[in-house]
T-cell receptor, first 114, second 115 residues
Framework: AQSVTQLDSHVSVSEGTPVLLRCNYSSSYSPSLFWYVQHPNKGLQLLLKYTSAATLVKGINGFEAEFKKSETSFHLTKPSAHMSDAAEYFCVVSDTPGTYKYIFGTGTRLKVLA | EAGVTQSPTHLIKTRGQQATLRCSPISGHTSVYWYQQALGLGLQFLLW???????NRGNFPPRFSGRQFPNYSSELNVNALELEDSALYLC??????????????FGPGTRLTVL
């Protein structure tokens, strides 16, 4: 069965320092992977997606993620955190092909300190 | 272009009542997905509709049901409400193309509170 694990429930960084949000996945298939962000009282917004093209994926707002099959990881990074990055981030893996289901991680709440 | 819209924004019901939540997808999208985001439980897949048919459902009891209308809008019904149904219900839409997992676009959600 497909699954996704976000290794940190909370991450705190200082403004201007790098961000690393960790995600490991398990899939019997070649997965599609996504990162979504949810700001308070808002819906989810797609940051980036991996669908078996380039392993280094660039997204919006300076975020990027690298698909590492050998490590079954899809960590999200950003070189320099901004106060507006404070939000909850979800790593998502596709379910069995044909089901079109997303399987969400439990989320990582990012706090950015001034 | 308008995004996914959901109504109402907030809904307060009492135990045993029924709740109806509505979702309008992005124009051109034929698939609608429903998710429950309950405190401490993360985002759980509820239902997927495409072209008017229920295609898949998550591990929820039958009192969670819905439908998709010819204009691709969708309704989620929750019967016999229980306290633990209190959650943010998110709707998403996408178009399908083969087996590619296309991006799902999410609405702002409906906050359901069961008293």
């Amino acid at each position: 069965a497909q699954s996704v694990t976000q290794l940190d429930s909370h991450v705190s960084v200082s403004e201007g320092t790098p961000v690393l949000l960790r995600c490991n996945y398990s899939s019997s298939y070649s997965p599609s992977l996504f990162w979504y962000v949810q700001h308070p009282n808002k819906g989810l917004q797609l940051l980036l997606k991996y669908t078996s093209a380039a392993t280094l994926v660039k997204g919006i707002n300076g975020f990027e993620a690298e698909f590492k099959k050998s490590e079954t990881s899809f960590h999200l990074t950003k070189p320099s955190a901004h106060m507006s990055d404070a939000a909850e981030y979800f790593c998502v893996v596709s379910d069995t092909p044909g089901t079109y289901k997303y399987i969400f991680g439990t989320g990582t709440r990012l706090k950015v300190l001034a | 272009e308008a995004g996914v819209t959901q109504s109402p924004t907030h809904l307060i019901k009492t135990r045993g009542q029924q709740a109806t939540l509505r979702c309008s997808p992005i124009s051109g999208h034929t698939s609608v997905y429903w998710y429950q985001q309950a405190l401490g439980l993360g985002l759980q897949f509820l239902l997927w509709y495409d072209e008017g048919e229920e295609r898949n459902r998550g591990n929820f009891p039958p009192r969670f049901s819905g439908r998709q209308f010819p204009n691709y809008s969708s309704e989620l019904n929750v019967n016999a409400l229980e306290l633990e149904d209190s959650a943010l219900y998110l709707c998403a839409s996408s178009f399908l193309s083969g087996v590619t997992y296309n991006e799902q676009f999410f609405g702002p959600g409906t906050r359901l509170t069961v008293l």
